[in-house]
Antibody, heavy 121, light 107 residues
Framework: EVQLVQSGAEVKKPGESLKISCKGSGYSFTSYWIGWVRQMPGKGLEWMGIIYPGDSDTRYSPSFQGQVTISADKSITTAYLQWSSLKASDTAMYYC??????????????WGQGTLVTVSS | DIQMTQSPSSLSASVGDRVTITCRAS??????LNWYQQEPGKAPKLLIY???SLQSGVPSRFSGSGSGTDFTLTISSLQPEDFATYYCQQSYGTPHTFGPGTKVHIK
């Protein structure tokens, strides 16, 4: 059974760093793109970027390029989303999701449960 | 970036109603259009991919159509569990942008 299990909720202060995780299981982790999606409180879904764990090929939305870093550790089948300096506007739910096929144009078929990040002084 | 729009932004409907949601892309995306359902407090769920292919396990009352720039999601007979927010997403080119969503309310 394919599963994506995300790390728990975080409460941080502005300026702090953070790395959240998404552990994949039940499939060949290195063979499918994994993406990150932001959902701000009461708002819609925003595609942030994706990574191919097999070779760490990473694509970012221009809206998020330079604001976050996406990475993966294939030895522990885990993808990451990290910030070096959080802002209050980073407060949101963050989802990881897997592409359905090995090709980039496939949809997201499996989703993690979400990680709520709250940034407040 | 490819921009996605949806209409309506919200709608009220009754159980048993036929519901249609439209999605438009700012340029041709062939059939690389996906539909997701999100219930409150839950992760999104894939309903339709490649414009008209039903994801495994999704009830047949959901259907999708369209190609190029104009797409529709139809729920043939609305059920109580269908009251949720629906998003389209293009996967033609990165970033794989989502539409703003359509919230389906109970009338």
């Amino acid at each position: 059974e394919v599963q994506l299990v995300q790390s728990g909720a975080e409460v941080k202060k502005p300026g702090e760093s953070l790395k959240i995780s998404c552990k994949g299981s039940g499939y060949s982790f290195t063979s499918y793109w994994i993406g990150w999606v932001r959902q701000m409180p009461g708002k819609g879904l925003e595609w942030m970027g994706i990574i191919y764990p097999g070779d760490s090929d990473t694509r970012y939305s221009p809206s998020f390029q330079g604001q976050v870093t996406i990475s993966a550790d294939k030895s522990i089948t885990t993808a990451y989303l990290q910030w070096s300096s959080l802002k209050a506007s980073d407060t949101a739910m963050y989802y990881c999701a897997r592409h359905a096929e090995r090709w980039l144009q496939s949809p997201f078929d499996y989703w993690g449960q979400g990680t709520l990040v709250t940034v407040s002084s | 970036d490819i921009q996605m729009t949806q209409s309506p932004s919200s709608l009220s409907a009754s159980v048993g109603d036929r519901v249609t949601i439209t999605c438009r892309a700012s340029q041709s995306i062939s059939s690389y259009l996906n539909w997701y359902q999100q219930e409150p407090g839950k992760a999104p769920k894939l309903l339709i991919y490649a414009a008209s292919s039903l994801q495994s396990g999704v009830p047949s009352r959901f259907s999708g159509s369209g190609s190029g720039t104009d797409f529709t999601l139809t729920i043939s007979s609305l059920q109580p569990e269908d009251f949720a927010t629906y998003y389209c997403q293009q996967s033609y080119g990165t970033p794989h942008t989502f539409g703003p969503g359509t919230k389906v309310h109970i009338k």
